[in-house]
C-alpha cells in the first residue's frame, strides 16, 4: 500500500545507497549529463516503487513506469541544481538551458516509462 509508513527493509537500502551515490556525485567537480541522468532514473525508480507500493496487477506497473519517467527527470534537474548552489562557481555547471531542456523532457520520459511498465505488465500476464 502506497505511503502507509512502513517501507520493505529492500526499499531503505535502495534508498540509502542512493543517498550516498548522490553525496558522493555532489562533492566530485564533474558536470556530466549521463551521471546526472542515471541518478535521476534511480531516483525515479524508487520514487515510482514508493508511490505504487508493493501490490501487484497489470495497471500498478503502468502507474509505476509513468511515475518513474516523469520523476527521473524531474529528480536530474533538482540534482543539478543542487550542485549548482553547492559549488557555487562563477559559470555554473549546468546553466538554464540545460536545466530547461531536462523539463521539457519529463513528458516523454513519463510515456516511455509507462510504455514500459505496460510491457511489464503484459509479459507479467503471459506467466
Do not use: C, Y
Amino acid at each position: 500500500m502506497p505511503f502507509d509508513g512502513k517501507h520493505p527493509k529492500r526499499f531503505r537500502l535502495a534508498m540509502l545507497f542512493f543517498g550516498v551515490a548522490v553525496f558522493v556525485w555532489v562533492t566530485l567537480d564533474l558536470n556530466d549529463l549521463r551521471m546526472v541522468a542515471t541518478l535521476g532514473v534511480a531516483g525515479g525508480i524508487l520514487a515510482g516503487w514508493r508511490v505504487t507500493g508493493s501490490g501487484r496487477g497489470g495497471l500498478r506497473w503502468l502507474f509505476f513506469g509513468g511515475a518513474a519517467g516523469v520523476s527521473a527527470a524531474l529528480i536530474s534537474v533538482g540534482l543539478m541544481f543542487l550542485k549548482n548552489a553547492v559549488h557555487a562557481h562563477p559559470l555554473p555547471d549546468f546553466p538554464l538551458p540545460i536545466l530547461l531542456g531536462m523539463l521539457e523532457r519529463a513528458p516523454a520520459w513519463g510515456a516511455a516509462g509507462a510504455l514500459i511498465g505496460a510491457a511489464a505488465a503484459l509479459m507479467a500476464q503471459g506467466e
